[in-house]
């Protein structure tokens, strides 16, 4: 009897077509051991939260992963490529078109108003800005104000709209809520998984709010050097 073969996927092939980042092997320290041998796969649609006590290495693992730092040792695959590898105008390149960093600084331009701020992400990326998505974050209101009047969490929400005006295929967010009441944390937070979902992008959340963290689809914490999975 022939063997009749079939062209339908397995889950393992899907789950590699999906996958947009990988780490293998990560290890780093400064004067002192951060982490070892870290090993994490972030999925299209998926959402990822670090946690850990203050000083665990969260900020510098995300900051590996995003490619503003080269592990001691380890290897990080944008798809199939390792970014550690790559020169200066290709990080360049993909900070500019597939990541979105969100940092605990805003690095807002504080000579412009926040319409300007949105203008040059708008620019560089050739999208224009959404409107819904300035309402969404509360922010719609604050456009013509230069960025020293506005408050900390003002200039949070609008960083977020900034980055998420370049409709990136990976989020890498460190405390994004940091300077948010809970409310307002919460609904940013929202904005966040829906462009996930909707773009089918990724995000990797580092926070020291757990409620906040186990919303996402995965929690993982660092702990003794290793990077356990807790949900």
Same mark, same amino acid.
């Given at each position: 009897?022939?063997?009749?073969?079939?062209?339908?996927?397995? !889950?393992?092939? /899907?789950?590699?077509? &999906?996958?947009?980042?990988?780490?293998?092997?990560?290890?780093?320290? +400064?004067? $002192?051991?951060?982490?070892?041998?870290?090993?994490?796969? /972030?999925?299209?649609?998926?959402?990822?939260?670090?946690?850990?006590?203050? *000083? %665990?290495?969260?900020?510098?693992?995300?900051?590996? /992963?995003?490619?503003?730092?080269? !592990?001691?040792? *380890?290897?990080?695959?944008?798809?199939?490529?390792?970014? %550690?590898? /790559?020169?200066? #105008?290709?990080?360049?390149?993909?900070?500019?078109?597939?990541?979105?960093?969100?940092?605990?600084?805003?690095?807002?331009?504080?000579? +412009?108003?926040?319409?300007?701020?949105?203008?040059?992400?708008?620019?560089? &990326?050739?999208?224009?800005?959404?409107? @819904?998505?300035? #309402?969404?974050?509360?922010? @719609?209101?604050?456009?013509?104000?230069?960025?020293?009047?506005?408050? *900390?969490?003002?200039?949070?929400?609008? &960083?977020?709209?900034?980055?998420?005006?370049?409709? !990136?295929?990976?989020?890498?967010?460190?405390? !994004?809520?940091?300077?948010?009441?809970?409310?307002?944390?919460?609904?940013?937070?929202?904005?966040?998984?829906? $462009?996930?979902?909707?773009?089918?992008?990724?995000?990797?959340?580092?926070?020291?709010?757990?409620?906040?963290?186990?919303? %996402?689809?995965?929690?993982?914490?660092?702990?003794?050097?290793?990077?356990?999975?807790?949900?």
């Amino acid at each position: 009897m022939n063997t009749i073969e079939t062209n339908n996927p397995t !889950p393992q092939t /899907l789950q590699n077509k &999906s996958l947009l980042l990988n780490a293998k092997g990560i290890s780093h320290n +400064f004067d $002192y051991p951060l982490f070892d041998n870290i090993d994490l796969a /972030l999925h299209k649609s998926e959402t990822i939260a670090i946690i850990g006590a203050s *000083g %665990c290495g969260k900020s510098t693992l995300l900051n590996i /992963l995003s490619s503003l730092l080269i !592990p001691n040792h *380890g290897e990080v695959f944008y798809e199939n490529t390792n970014i %550690c590898t /790559l020169s200066q #105008k290709k990080l360049l390149e993909l900070r500019r078109n597939i990541f979105g960093i969100i940092f605990q600084a805003h690095y807002l331009f504080r000579g +412009f108003s926040a319409t300007e701020n949105l203008q040059i992400a708008e620019f560089l &990326s050739g999208n224009t800005i959404d409107k @819904d998505l300035l #309402k969404r974050l509360k922010i @719609d209101h604050i456009l013509h104000q230069g960025i020293g009047e506005l408050s *900390g969490g003002q200039q949070q929400r609008l &960083s977020i709209a900034r980055i998420l005006t370049k409709k !990136p295929k990976i989020i890498f967010a460190d405390e !994004p809520t940091g300077n948010l009441d809970k409310t307002t944390a919460k609904e940013v937070m929202d904005v966040l998984f829906e $462009y996930v979902a909707y773009e089918k992008a990724g995000m990797i959340l580092v926070t020291h709010e757990e409620d906040l963290a186990f919303l %996402c689809d995965k929690v993982y914490k660092i702990n003794d050097l290793k990077l356990e999975r807790v949900k």
